[in-house]
């Protein structure tokens, strides 16, 4: 019988989808205000797929060829039962999977560090826009930044790689990005700085906060010494060394310039839908196809209906008075 081949997993330009990000849920107990609106409405339960649906998808994107899965929320730590789906997917690391990783506000972090560890995760990904308190909890509207820290420090202990996504917001944390690089490399943590993305109405004009990295880069030199780097992660970050900490610092720039050309992940969200493009609204529903009893050979042709129509590149633009790119919010998308 014909089976599922990594050759369906090549899009119509040449590039091999091998990175997927699955949001397990949209719910998170932040509301950033470049990601949420303070009054988010979350969707309903039942429209969420179970972990043992989002496991099996998984299983049949890594038969597939995808070799790196991120689980992305929302919060990701804050669905109930997640880590039995961390620790089924962690089995599957050396089996099809290089790695398992995750990426998370750090609010739960502490009680999950050691677990996520045993289960096979070996770096993170934890966004922290601010290392002073009160800010900290203007952006998150509702985060408690020693709570963060703690969870940062349980990693840590616990033997995790982290990496800090820090989004560069203009009259907000932009005189703070120095120190919180110097933080990060302070305790061995690589930092990436990302431009603020159009998508969802969060109640404000993104207008305002939006900051180049080409400026911030820029700027920093006044404080560090870079030397471009060839490293590169599944992901878009372009690197820099940082001479006077020797630590690793990543610039994403989606919208100052963009990293389409060599785009290699697609996204499942919650609900069983996969986004081809974060920036673009075609998509495919998985969730259908699977509770209208499709096996796993013919979720294996839809996928690959899917990538077949992946797209060159995505539409964000940031102007003042223009509607968000897509409609949907980043917590839905899962970042």
Same mark, same amino acid.
């Given at each position: 019988?014909?089976?599922?081949?990594?050759?369906?997993?090549?899009?119509?330009?040449?590039?091999?989808?091998?990175?997927?990000?699955? #949001?397990?849920?949209?719910?998170?107990?932040?509301?950033?205000?470049?990601?949420?609106?303070?009054? /988010?409405?979350?969707?309903?339960?039942?429209?969420?797929?179970?972990?043992?649906?989002?496991?099996?998808?998984? @299983?049949?994107?890594? #038969?597939?060829?995808?070799?790196?899965?991120?689980?992305?929320?929302?919060?990701?730590?804050? *669905?109930?039962?997640?880590?039995?789906?961390?620790?089924?997917?962690? =089995?599957?690391?050396?089996? +099809?999977?290089?790695?398992?990783?995750?990426?998370?506000?750090?609010? &739960?972090?502490? &009680?999950?560090?050691?677990? !996520?560890?045993?289960?096979?995760?070996?770096?993170?990904?934890?966004?922290?826009?601010?290392?002073? #308190?009160?800010?900290?909890? &203007?952006?998150?509207?509702?985060?408690?930044?020693? *709570?963060?820290?703690? $969870?940062?420090?349980?990693?840590?202990?616990?033997?995790?790689?982290?990496?800090?996504?820090?989004?560069?917001?203009? $009259?907000?944390?932009? &005189?703070?990005?120095?120190?919180?690089?110097?933080?990060?490399?302070?305790?061995?943590?690589?930092?990436? !700085?990302?431009?603020? /993305?159009?998508?969802?109405?969060?109640?404000?004009? =993104?207008?305002?906060?939006?900051?180049?990295?080409?400026?911030?880069?820029?700027?920093?030199?006044?404080?560090?010494? /870079? *030397?471009?780097?060839?490293?590169?992660?599944?992901?878009?970050?372009?690197?820099?060394?940082?001479?006077?900490?020797?630590? *690793?610092?990543?610039?994403?720039?989606?919208?100052?310039?963009?990293?389409?050309?060599?785009?290699?992940?697609? =996204? !499942?969200?919650?609900? +069983?839908?996969?986004?081809?493009?974060?920036?673009?609204?075609?998509?495919?529903?998985?969730?259908?196809?699977?509770?209208?009893?499709?096996?796993?050979?013919? !979720?294996?042709?839809?996928?690959?209906?899917?990538? #077949?129509?992946?797209?060159?590149?995505?539409?964000?633009?940031? +102007?003042? $008075?223009?509607?968000?790119?897509?409609?949907?919010? @980043?917590?839905?998308?899962?970042?």
């Amino acid at each position: 019988m014909e089976r599922p081949t990594i050759d369906g997993m090549t899009d119509g330009f040449g590039r091999r989808v091998s990175y997927l990000r699955v #949001s397990i849920t949209d719910r998170c107990d932040f509301r950033c205000t470049y990601c949420m609106s303070e009054t /988010m409405s979350f969707l309903p339960k039942n429209e969420l797929l179970t972990l043992q649906e989002l496991e099996r998808l998984c @299983m049949v994107f890594i #038969s597939k060829g995808v070799r790196k899965l991120r689980l992305t929320g929302g919060e990701p730590l804050v *669905r109930k039962g997640m880590m039995d789906l961390v620790r089924s997917l962690g =089995r599957k690391i050396g089996s +099809g999977l290089d790695e398992l990783t995750l990426t998370t506000n750090g609010a &739960q972090l502490a &009680q999950h560090a050691v677990e !996520l560890a045993d289960a096979g995760v070996r770096r993170l990904n934890v966004s922290l826009d601010s290392l002073q #308190s009160d800010l900290f909890r &203007q952006i998150t509207r509702r985060g408690e930044l020693a *709570r963060v820290l703690d $969870g940062i420090e349980a990693a840590l202990a616990a033997g995790l790689k982290i990496k800090l996504n820090v989004v560069a917001m203009r $009259g907000v944390n932009e &005189q703070e990005l120095p120190d919180i690089i110097r933080f990060a490399h302070l305790y061995g943590m690589d930092v990436t !700085l990302i431009e603020t /993305m159009p998508m969802g109405d969060v109640g404000e004009d =993104r207008t305002d906060v939006y900051l180049p990295l080409s400026e911030v880069r820029r700027n920093l030199a006044d404080h560090f010494t /870079m *030397r471009t780097l060839d490293h590169r992660t599944s992901g878009p970050a372009r690197y820099v060394e940082v001479a006077e900490t020797n630590g *690793r610092l990543g610039f994403i720039t989606p919208m100052s310039h963009n990293f389409c050309e060599s785009c290699n992940r697609v =996204r !499942l969200t919650c609900t +069983g839908t996969l986004y081809m493009c974060l920036g673009q609204d075609d998509a495919i529903d998985l969730r259908a196809a699977m509770r209208s009893g499709a096996n796993d050979f013919e !979720l294996g042709r839809v996928i690959d209906d899917g990538i #077949s129509r992946k797209p060159r590149g995505h539409d964000f633009v940031i +102007g003042r $008075g223009e509607k968000p790119a897509v409609r949907r919010h @980043m917590s839905v998308t899962g970042g």
